[in-house]
């Protein structure tokens, strides 16, 4: 079951707040407010699944340092910046950082729901990324030592001939074994393969 994905607003200021769930709502979205980015930090909000509009003017801390907090933590949030017209170059920043968006105030209902939607399309390949990940380590795990000695060789662009030297093992031996790996790692071919090892986490 795909977890419902949540669009997370962290302002400082009460109205903007309520009429942003509100449209959040109508607009047929999950959504949850917070009064600052330490209530938002001591939530459980920066490892759930969905996006981020937080403001870049805040006391204690602003919308810039709350991006580089969650950066530290490895969130999967994607975050959309909402910023004053002054606040340009510091959106900008919070763009180089990685936000998916800067929302320039005032801002028309459309242009805050399609900042939304990107991030959230973001959000799902962030997730699907992830579980294939997951999915690539648990595959490598189920590997003996010595299938793992060959995809290791084999990632290093070794030919089989070159493989069966260095292991000490005939060409027909790395041929099986090749044969084991591609299979356990559920690669279709060389590509396949080394594109999954590549996706593990290192």
């Known amino acids: 079951m795909t977890q ?3 669009v997370f607003v962290v302002d400082d ?3 903007i707040r309520e009429s942003l769930v509100m ?4 607009a047929g979205y999950k959504a949850k407010a917070y009064e600052s980015a330490v209530a938002f930090l001591a939530s459980n909000a920066p490892e759930s699944v969905g996006c981020l509009i937080v403001d870049v003017r805040m006391p204690d801390m602003d919308g810039l340092e709350l991006q580089q907090e969650l950066l530290a933590r490895h969130s999967p949030l994607p975050v959309v910046i909402m910023t004053g017209h002054g606040d340009i170059p510091i959106a900008v920043q919070a763009m180089k950082a990685g936000a998916v968006d800067f929302l ?3 801002f028309d209902d459309d242009v805050l729901l399609e900042g939304v939607r990107r991030a959230l399309d973001r959000a799902t390949s962030a997730v699907d990324h992830a579980n294939a990940a997951k999915d690539a380590a648990q595959r490598l795990a ?3 030592d010595r299938e793992r000695q060959v995809l290791d060789l084999i990632v290093a662009g070794k030919a089989n001939k070159v493989i069966a ?3 000490s093992i005939s060409p027909r031996t790395v041929e099986i074994h090749r044969s084991r790996v591609m299979e356990k790692m559920g690669a279709g071919n060389l590509a396949d393969l080394v594109r999954t090892v590549l996706s593990i986490p290192s």
């Open 165 to 167: 030297y260095e292991l």
């Open 4 to 6: 419902e994905k949540t």
């Open 142 to 144: 189920l590997l003996t």
């Open 23 to 26: 449209l959040l709502e109508t």
């Open 104 to 106: 320039e105030k005032p």
């Open 13 to 15: 200021e009460p109205e």
